[in-house]
């Protein structure tokens, strides 16, 4: 126990698997990462929230297992489940920042995990789109979001000089595939609503919490991209990883080779910065109970962005 709360400590500050006389550090080899569901635009009965399956898709393929995190659950079923799960992922969507039952479900799990990672708990939290919009709403408690003509296009990331390299997201990333982020339009962009450089500087919160990895302009307004909180293990890209290898509904969803392999180096990150987390299930039966091979995901891409959604009651 004590040699694995150090390893915590340890993983913590540098992100490495191993420490420096080279005894591999002890790792969850078996994570489970909760992704959380959000209201479905028009309700009909036993489809009240979804989670769009590409999310589950790419958590999967590097290796992790995942529980849907429902919403509109008490405060106690989601403590529960936090001591259960390895990481969380807030996928994009459509809802209210401020009232949904997706993003009062996010902030439980979001303070949930500041305290953990405080007291030496490692948890990982990742969020995409209306995920990291939610995260700069939740670190800053204000929301600072502009218009911006960025519904449908894929983009090659500005890195903040010097500091992508040295990023713990980007630090094992091969480098013919950062020199293609840099350069090809492989960051497919959904969203009408970005926090420009401008005002995410303007916040001294937000500022000194989130370290901006990478910026994107429309044209008119430079946004901030991909974030990597300081001393937290706090992940978000505005932009969608998931959808180059899992998503085909749209003509700008970029599928080349240097696109698919962003979606795996992106997801084989996050995962194993669950890896660094040893919470599990009081049981086998809670935990098979729990994941998400117990429902069956629906084909909606004739009508949707998803070609693929998992409904919930
Ligand atoms: C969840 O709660 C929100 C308000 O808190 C409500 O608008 C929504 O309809 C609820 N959704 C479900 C699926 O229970
Ligand atoms: C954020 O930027 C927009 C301009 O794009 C501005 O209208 C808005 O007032 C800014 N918000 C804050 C809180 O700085
Ligand atoms: C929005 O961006 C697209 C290119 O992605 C461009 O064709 C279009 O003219 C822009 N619209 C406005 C209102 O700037
Ligand atoms: C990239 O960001 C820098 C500031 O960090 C800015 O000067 C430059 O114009 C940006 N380039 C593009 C293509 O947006």
Known sequence: ????????????????????????????????????????????????????ASYVKFLESAGARVVPLMINKSDD?????????????FPGGGVSIKSSGYSKAAGIFYRLALEANSNGDYF????????????????????????????????????????????????????????????EPITENSHRWSITTKNFTKSKTLKSFYRVLS??????????????????????????????AFEWTRPYIPHMPSAIKTTFYMAYFFVNEARKSFHSFPSTEEEEKALIYNYKPQYTGSKSAFEQKYFFD
């Not at 040699?3 to 420490?19: D, E, G, K, Q």
């Not at 079923?77 to 992922?89: A, H």
């Not at 995409?128 to 700069?136: A, D, I, M, Q």
């Not at 000089?161 to 980007?170: C, P, T, V, Y």
């Open 1 to 52: 126990m004590i040699r694995i709360y150090l390893a915590c400590l340890f993983t913590f500050s540098n992100a490495v698997f191993s420490n420096h006389i080279g005894t591999p550090i002890k790792t969850n080899d078996r994570p489970i990462i909760g992704v959380l569901a959000q209201e479905v635009y028009k309700p009909t009965p036993h489809r009240n929230s979804y989670i769009a």
């Open 77 to 89: 079923e989601y403590r529960r489940l936090f001591r259960s799960i390895n990481g969380v992922l």
């Open 124 to 183: 990982p939290i990742w969020g995409t789109c209306l995920g990291f919009e939610l995260l700069t709403f939740l670190t800053s408690g204000k929301l600072l979001l502009s218009r911006t003509n960025t519904s449908g296009i894929a983009l090659p990331l500005n890195f903040t000089d010097g500091k992508a390299i040295d990023s713990r997201l980007f630090k094992d990333f091969p480098v013919d595939l950062m020199k293609s982020l840099e350069t």
């Open 215 to 244: 910026t994107n302009t429309d044209g008119q307004k430079e946004f901030v991209s991909t974030i990597e909180a300081y001393n937290f293990p706090i992940y978000a890209t505005q932009w969608h990883p998931e959808k180059n």
